[in-house]
């Protein structure tokens, strides 16, 4: 595609960052993020693999250094190994072809122990990976299948194929929030990372995210009192906040867009299956890639339609979770926006 200037928003922000979904299927149904008769998107509406290539790529292009692959889950997609290798020759400086200095995905788990050698020779080395407990019931209360075996046998084929692994907690009043220190020391003590999340209200589900909305400020008070946490300089490139925990030896991230808005350092965006650009997860904004790759002339439309999410990015989200029964702030679910 034609080279055009590196993307930069209306604030002055550097975009850097892309999350790119490959599907917005998902083979676990977690209660605060979809409905258990999730409806999924016809296939002839996704993107194929030769589509998300050629559109990442575009992205390269224009300076996207970090790209994670999300779904849904992206690990149920078939041939998706394929995809990653392709993307994988793409590491390394742009004089030599690259441009990319850093391939990742988002994984439920479940199918993470058949596919961690692949993600490891295509040159994958970080991932991330959804696990909200560590007790069996409260998993399949959670994600409404008996499944936790299966993602425990996954992270522990990611670490033996080396990979590094960072847990990503969704802190659940009444549901998990009793376990979290026990799920820290879990993974701290597997040489794991642990970032927590508050809940995102993002799509109708049949629970009420307000009865399970935990502020990260109270649970940061809560560990603050047990353990010693110093800030940490580290950064990966996304929106959390670092702690180094002295007595357990690891470092936990905090992720909170309710409570400690993070969008002044904004560097993401994010791209659906179905080829829509969100220029913010928490915002309507929008720009139909999948137009621009099946236009007469793709390469020009797809680097006017990047220009234009640059010009319609907005500023900051305003999620809000503040009363029982509340709408979410955006209709459409995260499986389907993607991680």
Known sequence: M???????????????????SVTD??????????????VFLPRAEVLSLEELHRLALGFIDRGITKLRLTGGEPLVRRDMIELVRALGRKLGAPDAGGGLEELTLTTNGTRLAEFADDLRGAGVRRINVSLDTLDRATFARLTRRDSLPQVLEGIAAAKAAGLMVKINTVALKGLNAAEIPDLIAWAHGAGHELTLIEVMPLGEVEEDRFEHYLPLSAVQD???R????TPSGHRTGGPARYFDIAETGGRLGLITPLTNNFCEGCNRIRVTATGQLFACLGGSEQVDLRAALRSADP????ADALDLAMRIKPERHHFVIDRPGGAPALARHMSMTGG
């Open 226 to 229: 047990r353990w010693t946490l």
């Open 299 to 302: 390469d020009a439309a797809m």
């Open 25 to 38: 299927r998902c083979d676990l149904r977690c209660a605060y993020c979809m409905p258990e008769r999730q």
């Open 2 to 20: 034609n080279s055009r200037a590196p993307l930069v928003d209306q604030f002055a922000r550097r975009i850097s960052y892309l999350r790119l």
């Open 222 to 224: 809560d560990l603050e």
